[in-house]
């Protein structure tokens, strides 16, 4: 065949493969979006509309996919139908919607019917089912959007709206995700909390009506309650068995998850941007995309679907998930706002004494008019304070890089204090009601991100510091206000209306985020929020870690580390040792190595053993920091239910482990653990070594003999890591033998 025929042969295949992605729309479709272990079925009816006929273990023989239907009898004479694949509100459906709109013209009501749909095959394992929408009598569609890492049962599933209509649209409510599980018993577990007892799990099971989960708080949204869940079918979750979703709205905002049980006591889950004070006004030929709603599926409980998503966060999401984090000396409760450049430079020494990689200078080195010396002035001025850096920052950085430890920044730049000359020059950069009294959160108001000038100033205070300290090595950005009277004095100029500003205050931070990482890509930053009012998986897209909490009371953090574990690799989570509690510093090192390790202590007062004992531990730390990151973590004994808590770690080809374990009630004198904690995930058919590691100098291990056994052994039997009123935290290192 000569070329040009074989290039016209080549189109024609082309323009086939391209038709047979498309299905033909007068035939009745069937859309299965299926990973490994999961198959989500839809299926147009009989009036075109498309609905979740299936959501469980994949169907093997696609010819069978249609007898779905024909197996259920549901009534639905009533409230319009419970399954619709995206319920539209104002017509024939009256639950509760996906969807709402007010049409250009003013009209409520809103058809959504089959169009099309196209499969994109990215790579062997990952795919993107898209499917259109459009309404018949009006120039209105939506796409939903299913995108599948099949490997790691991952699903993200998110949604884009769009129309063609004379005038803007009002979209009143507009969700990622709806979702319908049918045929089971269904137990919800969500967490809440509030400052310093974030992320707090709730498992009720789900009964007829509307259970919400959600937040108003606009930018420290996780404070209350967090966006992350995990629904349990049959019975109640389970870490080694049962089927489970673990589920997160990847939106840094408001957010609303409704789960309703139907009058067939099926679950129709809808999941979204929060609808409260936040119409969106959608102008002709925009399109809006709705965050994603990201979950994963495991028939083997919520150990299973952990690990896989603790994978795909190391590899599709956080930045930078499969390299290596900074350790750190942080000064804030070391010093408060009580410092100078002596001071600072003397921390130095002790971060390069301890074996950290970087010292952090936290919170009250800026302001000048209105020195940041307490945490009510100053906030937007982002100057060196010329009493305490006489000589700027580019000495500091200078200083600490003599003593071997890079040097990072605190920054809280969506933020401003009134008593600052930011607020004094720009009062319309703020969010504030103009004829109302102003409402402080930690005497302080946020800016507002809706207004390009303001990207810009945000923009800047990043840019300007990489300029003016090219080595600067990491940001600390904060968030400690949540936003009160909410009113933009720029949308208001611009006559967009005050209830796009929630949507564009997060849109206009996610801009800035993306300027910043187009410039500098790599350089590592943690997302902070006065504890753990942040951290979902879009912001990970431009930060390498975040922190959890302010509170780093040791006993407290196993439970708290222990709940984001559910949703997060400890790579992304902050742990820092620090003075809070009674517990020994050996507990604190243990439990804050169970992450990425910092230390906000005052290192030169640590006694001889403490240092020796830290700087030990930091060794050690950097020893099995690998299998900490990225290696696959198993919850062995819970302590929630439990006296002892016990979480493992284990290398890829499962040669190394490490077994923490610490003891959490201290309510009876226990004189040893009774019993072995049943191990997990090495190779039933090697030998380990079990060793304890982290001893504080002069103690010896209890754990006696040469403690070799199979992974056979270990995975049923276990070992007793023998914790006592003593022995309060013990760190295990499994090693493989010949
Ligand atoms: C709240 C953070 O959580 C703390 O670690 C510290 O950075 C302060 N803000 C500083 O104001």
């Not at 890829?652 to 072995?676: C, D, G, H, M, W």
Request: aromatic content about 12%; some cysteine.
């Amino acid at each position: 065949m000569k070329k040009g025929q074989l290039r016209y042969l080549n189109r024609i295949m082309f323009f086939c493969g391209c038709m047979l992605a498309i299905a033909d729309v007068s035939a009745q479709a069937i859309i299965p979006i299926a990973t490994e272990n999961n198959m989500l079925l839809m299926q147009t009816d009989d009036n075109n509309r498309l609905r979740t006929v299936y959501f469980g273990k994949p169907l093997e023989n696609e010819r069978e996919y249609k007898a779905v239907v024909s197996n259920y009898n549901y009534d639905e004479s009533n409230a319009g139908i419970y399954n619709s694949a995206y319920t539209p509100a104002g017509t024939w459906n009256l639950s509760e919607p996906a969807i709402q709109v007010k049409h250009a013209d003013g009209n409520p009501s809103l058809e959504l019917k089959y169009a099309s749909h196209k499969k994109e095959q990215i790579d062997a394992n990952t795919s993107v089912t898209s499917i259109l929408l459009k309404d018949p009598v009006y120039p209105f569609e939506v796409t939903l959007f299913y995108k599948v890492w099949k490997k790691e049962n991952v699903i993200e599933q998110w949604t884009e709206i769009k129309h063609k209509e004379k005038k803007p649209v009002l979209l009143q409510k507009y969700a990622s995700a709806n979702l319908y599980f049918a045929n089971k018993n269904f137990y919800l577990t969500s967490f809440q909390g509030e400052y310093l007892k974030e992320m707090q799990p709730v498992e009720t099971r789900l009964l007829q009506g509307i259970r919400t989960v959600d937040s108003k708080l606009g930018t420290r949204a996780m404070l209350l309650q967090t966006p992350n869940f995990i629904l349990s079918f049959g019975k109640p979750a389970s870490e080694n068995e049962g089927t489970v979703m673990l589920g997160q709205l990847a939106w840094s905002s408001n957010f609303k998850l409704d789960f309703e049980i139907d009058s067939h006591k099926n679950l129709r889950l809808i999941a979204g941007i929060n609808p409260f004070a936040s119409e969106y006004s959608l102008a002709p030929n925009e399109t809006f995309k709705t965050p994603s709603l990201i979950y994963a599926l495991s028939n083997n409980g919520t150990g299973e679907a952990s690990r896989n998503l603790h994978n795909w966060v190391r590899k599709h999401r956080i930045l930078d998930g499969q390299g290596e984090r900074l350790t750190l000396l942080n000064n804030w409760e070391a010093t408060y706002f009580d410092f100078d450049e002596n001071k600072i430079a003397d921390l130095f020494k002790d971060a390069k004494d301890l074996g950290v990689d970087m010292f952090l200078l936290d919170d009250g080195w800026f302001g000048n008019k209105y020195p940041r010396n307490n945490d009510d002035a100053g906030l937007g001025d982002w100057q060196e304070n010329k009493k305490k850096l006489p000589s700027g920052l580019g000495y500091l950085v200078k200083e600490a890089k003599k003593e071997g430890v890079k040097f990072g920044i605190w920054i809280e730049p969506e933020m401003v204090n009134p008593r600052s000359e930011l607020y004094e020059k720009h009062p319309d950069w703020v969010i504030r009601q103009p004829e109302r009294p102003e409402i402080y959160y930690r005497n302080q108001l946020v800016l507002d991100l809706s207004n390009p000038e303001v990207q810009d100033f945000v923009f800047g205070i990043v840019d300007d510091l990489f300029v003016k300290n090219p080595e600067l090595a990491f940001i600390k950005w904060d968030c400690n206000a949540v936003i009160y009277n909410a009113y933009s004095a720029y949308l208001n100029k611009k006559g967009i209306p005050q209830s796009n500003l929630y949507v564009d205050y997060v849109q206009g931070l996610y801009k800035v985020l993306q300027r910043i990482r187009a410039k500098y890509p790599t350089v590592p930053m943690m997302l902070c929020s006065g504890g753990g009012g942040r951290g979902d998986y879009e912001f990970l897209k431009y930060f390498t870690e975040f922190w959890p909490s302010d509170n780093t009371e040791p006993l407290e953090r196993i439970f708290l580390q222990w709940d984001y574990s559910y949703f997060f690799p400890s790579i992304a989570t902050d742990n820092h040792v620090t003075d809070w509690g009674k517990q020994p510093l050996k507990f604190r090192v243990d439990v804050a190595s169970m992450g990425k390790l910092g230390f906000d202590i005052v290192a030169s007062k640590l006694d001889t053993n403490d240092k020796i004992f830290c700087k030990q531990a930091i060794s050690n730390y950097n020893s099995f920091k690998d299998i900490v990151w990225h290696g696959d973590m198993f919850r062995l004994v819970n302590p929630h239910e439990n006296d002892i808590a016990a979480l493992m770690y284990v290398n890829e080809n499962k040669s190394k482990a490490i077994v923490f374990n610490y003891l959490v009630n201290n309510r009876f004198s226990i004189t040893a653990t009774k019993q072995p904690v049943v191990l997990n995930g090495l190779d039933p058919k090697k030998k380990y070594a079990v060793k304890e590691i982290n001893l504080y100098p002069d103690i010896s291990s209890s754990l006696k003999g040469d403690n070799i056994f199979t992974g056979d052994f270990l995975m049923k039997v276990g070992f007793n890591p023998h914790v006592t009123l003593q022995r309060t935290s013990v760190v295990l290192e499994i090693s493989e033998v010949e």
